[in-house]
């Protein structure tokens, strides 16, 4: 679904970055627009290294369960290992595409950063649409990598390091058309929001800190980009949060809506 292979290491970055002070805010804001309750049944599609499961897991209590499905073995290991205190809890490898979990499983599916890796959306959400129960809701959290502003004196060097990077991903722009994929699936949405990451300095506890990292290894390794290019690239960034110049900011969009029934 990718050209990043989310192995060990891979896993682990995106653990170090997902604790970052900021993204933990973000998580935040995104359990109080799902407002789960207690024993309810969640299903987190793209677990990655689980915290999110694991924020949820504490709301719904031992009268509740939380499933997780990864395609990664290594998001699938490190989810269990953060959750094994907590019994309810259950994680499965597994495409987003076909979950392994009987019809109208769940009270509530969640979704953060994953379905931009999906190239069959369409396949994804009528699998969403299945597992819920009729009343059942869905919150989904992407980003659109256009909202992207990232101070640079060189817009040009910037456009193609970002263009490189957006080929990660098969959707780079989803949150533009998930609002009609998620009513194509049968399922009517009821809420929008658009949650902001800023860091307006560059010090290694915060988001963008670690994305940049990824994305100047990435966009080397692509071919897309050369090497020496993608250096002067981070460098400038690098040089700018030295000098108390640097800003970064991105915004991830939720979409929440329901299975009729």
Same mark, same amino acid.
């Given at each position: 679904?990718?050209?990043? @292979? ?77 959750? !094994? ?8 490898? !597994? ?84 609002? !009609? ?19 307006? /300095? ?10 940049? !990292? ?21 460098? @400038? ?11 970064? /900011? ?12």
């Amino acid at each position: 679904m990718s050209q990043i @292979e989310f192995d060990e290491n891979v896993a682990r970055a995106l653990e170090r970055m997902y604790m970052t002070p900021d993204v933990v805010g973000q998580r935040s804001d995104f359990l109080r627009a799902v407002a789960l309750r207690e024993g309810e049944r969640a299903l987190d599609v793209g677990v990655g290294p689980g915290l999110l499961v694991h924020d949820m897991a504490k709301i719904v209590g031992e009268k509740g369960r939380v499933a997780g499905v990864d395609a990664s073995d290594a998001m699938v290991g490190i989810s269990e290992k953060r959750c !094994a205190d907590l019994g309810w809890t259950d994680f499965h490898q !597994a495409d987003a595409t076909a979950l392994p979990f009987d019809d109208a499983s769940f009270d509530v599916v969640t979704s953060s950063q994953v379905y931009e890796y999906v190239a069959d959306m369409e396949g994804a959400l009528t699998e969403v649409h299945r597992v819920l129960r009729p009343g059942g809701r869905v919150f989904i959290l992407d980003t659109d990598w256009d909202s992207v502003v990232w101070r640079t004196r060189d817009r040009a060097r910037m456009r193609r390091v970002m263009d490189a990077w957006d080929g990660h991903l098969h959707d780079p722009h989803l949150p533009a058309r998930l609002g !009609a994929l998620l009513e194509g699936a049968g399922l009517q949405v009821t809420h929008r929001e658009v949650i902001p990451i800023v860091n307006p /300095s560059l010090h290694p506890h915060c988001y963008s800190f670690g994305i940049l !990292a990824a994305i100047q290894g990435f966009v080397a390794a692509s071919g897309e980009v050369e090497a020496d290019e993608a250096q002067a690239w981070a460098d @400038e960034l690098r040089a700018l949060g030295e000098s108390g110049e640097y800003f970064f /900011s991105i915004n991830r969009y939720v979409f929440g809506a329901l299975r009729a029934g």
